[in-house]
């Protein structure tokens, strides 16, 4: 099996920083991507940001520019870099790892609790 943990979410003003981390461990024969979705109350998962092996990176057009996604292979970590908060914000942020657990497996999906942002105006 594979564990995302995630840490780093909070309460912040409008404007501020937070920086979420996510550490993927357990039985990992490679990981394809690694990335950030946020769900708000009412509204449907969305991604936010996504790197994929070899550093190319998506992210959503409402963060462009405000929040930066970086990876430590090593480390299977992933962080988001969240600059200019906006009450827009305001989710539960979900990691999210494509991995793949033997040289014979197919890719499988795995997500982390969730970690909450709140961001007051």
């Known amino acids: 099996q594979v564990q995302l943990v995630e840490s780093g979410g909070g309460l912040v003003q409008a404007g501020g920083s937070l920086r979420l981390s996510c550490a993927a461990s357990?039985?990992?024969?490679?990981?394809?991507?690694m990335g950030w979705y946020r769900q708000a109350p009412g509204k449907q998962r969305e991604l936010v940001a996504a790197v994929i092996t070899g550093g190319t990176t998506a992210i959503a057009d409402s963060v462009k520019g405000r929040f930066t996604i970086s990876r430590d292979n090593a480390k299977n970590t992933v962080y988001l870099q969240m600059n200019s908060l906006k009450p827009e914000d305001t989710a539960l942020y979900y990691c999210?790892?494509?991995?793949?657990?033997?040289?014979?497996?197919?890719?499988?999906?795995?997500w982390g609790q969730g970690t909450q942002v709140t961001v007051s105006s």
């Open positions: 357990g039985s990992i024969f490679s990981i394809n991507s």
């Open positions: 999210n790892a494509k991995v793949i657990q033997s040289s014979y497996s197919k890719q499988d999906d795995y």
